[in-house]
């Protein structure tokens, strides 16, 4: 295929790639080396507030923004080089409690807090998912035929439902007395929280991903199983194989590349966890590096954003995808090379 | 009966929409709103839609899409609706009309404390106001023998009865869902104290004693409190409430109503009301106040000013306040204050009187950064005092980059 | 495998454990999502009680006068248990019989949307008429048991007009869906075709793309949209558009932040389609275009179906974008369901989210009964092999 064509088959779908992914990406970039703030000015300004029944007057010393000729605020940019990194990442501190030797200091600040979570959550349920998925598979495959239907179709529906809603239902089975919390009281006998302390949240925040992700796993598991080489397996078989050597040796190979596919589609899922930080209201225990994002981005009451840190905090996040993803995409380059030569 | 009552439910939304029957005029001029989305801001929109022609839109995503959309030209909406905290930003871009010109057209009906005057001029007309107070079961502090607490202290003595007479779960609840809402309850707390939040040069003035005490005294509940405390907000109160699970709570006006609502609480009429508790002896109420209210947007026609602005004030008449009487403290003539009232009147009369929430860009910044910050204190990672160091530093960084401190 | 060998046959041990894993799974997968429609069946009091014997039975929706008799029950679980024999057994016959190659997706939508419309009809149309007078006549068995009331659906289809959110999920979601599939078979398409390292490149940009939290792009198109009538005056002149609240705007940005996914899944589907058959048609004078539109278009259906799928669940699922980029009046049902919890709301509210979080269960629940076989003989047929 010429180039002239290639193009042509492409242009749309990257042209909408360019507009709302790649310039947007590019603004944050250019962002995140710069600060844009509104010109400010001290005035004095008397503000009257209703009370119940009468007024109170307060006159003071307003910090307010000034307005161009052009009836919006005025701002300047300022080209900053590292500074919105510095403040997100706060070495200063890294060292300082590297040098004391208390390293739990580092976890106090906020993206080294978002960042330990985030890791530990991506890395922790990948072998989860792809685990839980491929026994499932297993299992269905094993099962009766006339089961197979609704058991795939139930095994979907934490996969499919929405994320939001999914989250909020398991949140209410174990918030404040909620029935499952309640059960586990009965059983142990003792007063349980899951919301008050972090590992318990974190816990959840496991499960809730396994539980929405392992479906899709599975899926892609068994469309795998059904173009297992029956060949293969029967003369292991003969061999004398048992079925965990089996297992080993000729199914896992042959879902290889749907293992790698899932890995790398779960990786970038799960680094840029924030419905669950949400959807459990973990802010005070646990913070994701997107839910920091977003938390820069968030205007407060006053309307002020922190745009600049926010475009930081992204940009580290970006740098820390990719680093994952040079490992499974390594493979993707080899067969490129292999089918490009073959 | 489910299909009749469907088509019955269908059949009164249709009329709904097309009723002009409560507006004592029609309205002909297009007119949008966005707001917050709380109980009386839907009792006003639907109060103002029944003239015609308007569109609210009570939105929980408002602080987010107001300024942008108040700064296009034309402003994609004609009313807003703000309290003292987000009025802020439409004011300090000026995207906000002064109002004395309508005010004096179709205001009649408004009393003097209804006006918002920033430097003397009209900028926003307030409907209700809103405060945290202290809401309390009767019958279980009548039980015990226990007089309504006025100060903190009292609060957790009486806690610690209620938590010996083992009839509730919790003693207390509290509002501290770590973000906004802890942030609030810290406000609350320090000015209690006779802390000044700001010193004149920007800076942050929370590092300091009453800071300090705030903190500690904001502990000191926790052991009274439900230990997943950290993510319960208003509502998750309110529902602690109903379910008969917690005895007092520091809570917001806006929602006394729902106690006494049948559908849903097992305690109706068991609540009252009082004073906001003081921090300490001799001060005010360790709350703030806070009032709601319209503005108009400025990047609009003076004929659509005019026709939004009739519209307002015909969507916050008495009528409106009449059939709506307890769902907020209203400010608007014709309220009639309830039994549910009398804590947030007692709040606001209180002498020395509770401040009101500033609206200023710095008080922004400072409660992003104590929402944030405060946590970490109460779940014990870090001692206050090192808290209060944090919150100065993130503070510091934050009004830097927005250039409010060089 | 039906044909299994003998040493394939399986052990009692093996069978048994991998069918009560199986057993487990099934409850912990459906659980949460069969408790919240219980819930949003209850009065707020019992739906967030605390004992699950109270949510189940609910005692105080009973005392306020909604529920089912043992007739009910008996009566109700009857009909559901034949609507779903026959969803999985007579429709697909039904469907078979009345549609024909291409047109079997169609088919299938259709007969899905007028099962389900039949089933709500029988269910709570005719079964209601039925009941009343049986329970008059039989006394005992006749008194409500089981506290279950519908207000809370009443209240959201009704009162609160959710089926204009129910639409403007419907218009985003097909928009997202038709877009995304045909700009995003012709990229596959050249992408599996093409052996350059160009080629190569993109994709991995675009799986970079993916890999970006969406936060930070959403949040950086509000000013725009907002302004885009300014920005644009220029160009356009006085037919500039507000961007801000369009559902086409959101289609387009919601179509773009899926690309990436689907060139990726549709890229391994077309490789897995032997360039031979295209080739071929070259050398009978086709055009790529026209061998792309006669040869590959129709052996495509199951990996596109597949892609559409996953491309439907972000368009309906999605939550950031449509609550940041669309007005109350273009509102999809994520966000407005979203709406009933913010700061200031009832316990009321929260049990009618619940019901309205349930009733946008239901369209998915019927699209993957739907394409169920379609998924994962699309995906055999080679849309992930990596």
Same mark, same amino acid.
């Given at each position: ?342 | ?245 917690? &005895?007092? #709570?520091? +809570?917001? !006006?806006?929602?006394? %109503? ?5 559908? *849903?609480?097992? $305690? ?115 001692? &206050?005092? #090192?808290? +209060?160091? !944090?919150?100065?530093? %993130? ?5 830097? *980059?927005?250039? $409010?401190?060089? | ?386």
């Amino acid at each position: 295929m010429n180039f002239k064509t290639f193009f042509a088959f492409v242009a749309p779908s990257v042209f909408m790639m360019i507009l709302f992914i790649a310039l947007p990406l590019v603004s944050v970039f250019i962002q995140s080396f710069q600060i844009t703030q509104p010109v400010m000015q001290q005035l004095e300004v008397e503000t009257c507030t209703p009370g119940f029944i009468t007024q109170t007057c307060v006159t003071e010393l307003k910090t307010l923004p000034v307005i161009g000729e052009d009836g919006k605020i005025q701002t300047t940019t300022e080209w900053v080089g590292l500074q919105s990194y510095r403040n997100v990442l706060q070495m200063d501190k890294v060292w300082q409690a590297l040098s004391s030797g208390r390293l739990a200091d580092i976890l106090q600040i906020d993206f080294w807090k978002a960042l330990r979570f985030t890791l530990m959550f991506t890395l922790l349920t990948l072998p989860l998912v792809i685990g839980v998925g491929l026994l499932i598979a297993l299992a269905v495959n094993n099962a009766a035929r006339a089961v197979r239907g609704p058991v795939i179709f139930v095994s979907l529906l934490p996969f499919i439902i929405t994320p939001v809603i999914g989250s909020l239902s398991i949140y209410w089975l174990f918030v404040g007395d909620g029935i499952l919390t309640a059960m586990m009281e009965q059983w142990s006998g003792t007063n349980i929280s899951m919301f008050a302390q972090s590992w318990t949240i974190e816990l959840l925040m496991y499960f809730y991903r396994v539980w929405h992700v392992a479906p899709f796993a599975f899926v892609i598991f068994y469309a795998g199983l059904q173009t297992v080489n029956m060949d293969t397996l029967e003369s292991a078989v003969i061999d004398g194989a048992s079925r965990w050597e089996r297992l080993r040796h000729v199914i896992i190979p042959h879902l290889m590349p749907l293992i790698v596919f899932i890995a790398l589609i779960h990786l970038m899922d799960c680094y840029r966890v924030f419905d669950e930080i949400i959807g459990f209201r973990s802010q005070a225990h646990v913070i994701s590096l997107q839910w920091l994002t977003v938390d820069f981005l968030t205007p407060d009451d006053a309307g002020n954003r922190a745009i600049a840190r926010a475009s930081a905090s992204a940009m580290l996040t970006m740098i820390g995808i990719v680093f994952l993803l040079i490992l499974p995409l390594r493979r993707t380059w080899r067969d490129h090379k292999g089918s490009a030569h073959s | 009966m489910t299909l009749k009552r469907l088509a019955l439910a269908g059949a009164i939304s249709v009329m709904g929409s097309s009723a002009f029957a409560a507006c004592s005029y029609e309205n002909t001029t297009e007119i949008k709103m966005l707001s917050a989305g709380f109980e009386a801001w839907k009792a006003v929109a639907d109060a103002m839609s029944e003239c015609g022609n308007f569109k609210a839109e009570l939105d929980q995503e408002f602080r987010t899409k107001q300024p942008a959309a108040f700064e296009a030209n034309p402003s994609l909406y004609h009313l807003g609706g703000v309290s003292n905290g987000t009025v802020t930003p439409l004011l300090n871009a000026k995207t906000i009309r002064p109002l004395d010109d309508l005010v004096a057209k179709y205001g009649a009906n408004l009393s003097p404390n209804q006006l918002i005057r920033i430097d003397g001029k009209i900028m926003a007309v307030a409907m209700m106001v809103n405060t945290q107070h202290l809401m309390y079961r009767e019958d279980i502090l009548a039980d015990l023998d226990i007089a309504t607490p006025t100060s903190w202290d009292e609060v957790y003595a009486a806690a610690a009865k209620i938590k010996d007479a083992g009839v509730v779960d919790y003693p207390l609840g509290a509002t501290m869902k770590s973000g906004w809402n802890l942030a609030q309850e810290f406000v609350n707390m320090y000015p209690g104290f006779g802390g000044a939040l700001f010193k004149n040069d920007n800076t942050t003035g929370v590092n300091s004693d009453a800071g300090l005490k705030a903190l500690e005294t904001m502990k000191a509940g926790l052991a009274f409190m439900d230990p997943e405390v950290l993510v319960s907000d208003s509502t998750y109160v309110q529902q602690q409430f109903q379910q008969g699970k917690i &005895a007092m #709570a520091n +809570l917001w !006006a806006s929602r006394a %109503a729902a106690m006494n609502d049948e559908a *849903e609480s097992q $305690v109706a009429g068991k609540i009252k009301m009082a004073a906001a508790p003081t921090a300490m002896a001799g001060g005010a109420p360790a709350t703030t106040l806070w009032w709601d209210g319209i503005v108009v947007a400025a990047n609009i026609t003076d004929a659509e000013a005019d026709a939004a602005f009739k519209l307002a004030m015909e969507g916050m008449d008495s009528d409106m306040v009449q059939a709506n009487n307890d769902a907020a403290i209203w400010l608007v003539q014709g309220f009639q204050p309830g039994p549910l009232s009398q804590g947030a009147i007692a709040t606001a009369t209180a002498n020395p009187a509770p401040p009101a929430y500033p609206s200023t860009t710095q008080m922004g910044l400072l409660h992003t950064v104590l929402g944030n910050e405060i946590p970490a204190f109460l779940t014990g990672e870090r001692d &206050a005092a #090192a808290t +209060l160091v !944090a919150i100065e530093e %993130a503070y510091t960084t934050a009004a830097k *980059e927005a250039g $409010v401190l060089k | 495998m039906s044909n299994t060998s003998k040493a394939m046959r399986q052990s009692l041990a093996l069978r048994l454990s991998s069918n009560a894993f199986l057993l487990f799974w099934c409850i912990v997968a459906a659980f949460p999502i069969l408790w919240i429609a219980v819930m949003s069946v209850k009065s707020p009091v019992d739906a967030f009680a605390q004992s699950p014997m109270d949510v189940i039975f609910g005692p105080n929706t009973l005392a306020r006068g909604d529920g089912l008799s043992v007739i009910d029950i008996a009566l109700g679980l009857i009909v559901l248990f034949f609507a779903i024999r026959w969803m999985f057994t007579r429709l697909p016959t039904w469907v078979a019989r009345y549609s024909t190659g291409s047109g079997r997706v169609i088919g299938w939508l259709l007969g899905a949307t007028a099962y389900a419309l039949v089933f709500l009809l029988v269910f709570f149309g005719l079964l209601p008429l039925v009941l009343a007078p049986l329970n008059a006549l039989t006394g005992v068995l006749g008194e409500p048991v089981l506290g279950l009331t519908t207000q809370h659906y009443v209240a959201v289809w009704g009162e609160n007009e959710f089926y204009r959110n129910f639409m403007n999920s419907m218009l985003v979601t097909a928009g997202v869906v038709t877009i995304s599939l045909t700009v995003g078979t012709l990229a596959g398409y050249g992408l599996a075709r093409s052996e350059s390292d160009l080629a190569f490149w993109l994709l991995i940009l675009a799986l970079i793309f993916r890999a970006l939290p969406h936060s930070v792009l959403v949040a950086g198109y509000l000013p725009w949209f907002i302004n885009s009538a300014e920005i644009l005056r220029p160009i356009f002149g006085d037919l500039s558009p507000t961007l801000y609240g369009q559902p086409w705007a959101v289609i387009a940005v919601l179509v773009a932040i899926n690309q990436p996914f689907t060139i990726w899944m549709l890229r391994s589907f077309f490789q897995n389609i032997p360039a031979e058959l295209d080739e071929a048609a070259r050398v009978d004078g086709c055009s790529h275009f026209q061998a792309f539109r006669r040869v590959i278009m129709p052996v495509m259906w199951p990996g596109v179906i597949t892609t559409g799928l996953f491309s439907f669940l972000l368009g309906y699922n999605d939550f950031l974008v449509t609550s940041l980029l669309l007005d109350a009046q273009n509102q999809t049902m994520v966000p407005a369901i979203a709406g009933y919890f913010n700061r200031e709301t009832t316990t009321t509210d929260q049990v009618e989210a619940v019901a309205a979080a349930v009733s946008i269960t239901a369209p998915l629940f019927l699209l993957v009964m739907v394409f169920q076989r379609q998924i994962v003989s699309g995906l055999t047929a080679g849309a992930v092999k990596g």
